[in-house]
DNA sequence: TGTTAAATAAGAATGATTCCTTTTTAGGAG
DNA sequence: CTCCTAAAAAGGAATCATTCTTATTTAACA
C-alpha cells in the first residue's frame, strides 16, 4: 500500500490529515521494520519539536485499527508497530536485536486442521505467529540484545 | 511434569522449595489455563494472607526460565501465564474471554521451510504461535471480553 | 472565511511490573 | 538438633509504558 492510499483510507474513515500524521506514516513505510512508540517519536521530534507522545500512541493505536499496523510483542513490556504487508497476509523473522524484520510468506493457518477447530466450536479472532532470533548482522555481533530477558 | 519432578527441578537448580512456591506451581498445575499474577495472587491469597505480589512475580519469572511456564500477551498488557506441556511441544487456542485454552499438536515451524531461513543467516531463538478468539462456552455469551481492544 | 468536530500538546494519572530494604526462612553443615 | 547463611519473602516505593484530561489548535467542509 503506497502512502497516498493509506491516507485516503484515513480519510475516508473519518480521520483527518494532519502533518504528524503523515510523518508517522510515512516514517513507518520508511523503516519498514519494528518500531516502539519511542523509536517514532525520536525519529520525528527533530520535525517536530513538541511533539506528543501521546499522539505517536494516539495513532499508532488508530492505524492499527484501521489494519495499517500490525503490533508485535517482543516480551520487552513494548509495543512494536510495522506496517503490514498489502499483498496478502505474511509473517516475519524478528531480530531481537536491532529490530529488523523479514517477511515470510507462510501462514500457520494455511497448515492448520480447521476441522478440528471447528469442532471444537472455536471462533477464530485473531492470531500470532513470529519467529524471533538474530538476523544475519545481528548474530555476529556482541552485546545483549535490547528484548532478551533470560539470564 | 508432575508437582514433584517441578519441584525438584527448582530444587536441582538452586532454588529452596518454598510454601508460596509450591502453592503457586501447584494453582497453575490444577487451574491449568493462562492466567494472570493478579489471578494467580488472587486464588492464593486466602491461603496465605499477607503474600505480596512480588512474590508471584518473582517466582513466574524463575519458572518460565526454567522453561516449566510459558508467557503469553493476548494484548491487553498483562502478561499470563499456564504450565507448559511435558510431552514435547504444543500450540494453543486462546479464549480471549475467559482465559481457558486448549492444545493443539500443531507448531508451525514443523511446516516451515528451514532451508529459507538458514539461507537468510537468521538464528531462531523462539517463537510464538497462539490463535486467538472464543471457546464454545464464551462464543454464545454475551459482554465485552476481557481483552478486546478493538472498537 | 467561519465553524466545528477532531487532533494536538502537555502533563497528570493509571496500572503492570520491578526494585529496594528489612525481615524471615529453607536447607546444608556441624 | 541447632546454627549459619544465602535465598526468599513482605511491604512499600519506584519505574516505565500507556492512557486520560484539559485547554488549545487546526483540518476540512460549508
Known sequence: MKLQEILAKLKDCGYKITPQRQEIVSLLMRENRHMTVEDIYGKIADRYPNLSLDTVYRNVGILERLNILTKSDFGDGKGRYRI??????????????????????????????????????????????????????????????VAERNK
Open 84 to 145: 503490514k504487508e498489502s499483498d496478502g497476509h505474511r509473517h516475519h523473522l524478528i531480530c531481537l536485536k536491532c529490530g529488523c524484520s523479514e517477511e515470510m510468506d507462510f501462514c500457520p493457518l494455511d497448515y492448520i486442521d480447521h476441522r478440528e477447530i471447528k469442532d471444537k466450536n472455536f471462533s477464530i479472532k485473531k492470531h500470532n505467529f513470529e519467529i524471533f532470533g538474530y538476523c544475519s548482522e545481528c548474530v555476529q555481533k556482541e552485546g545483549q540484545p
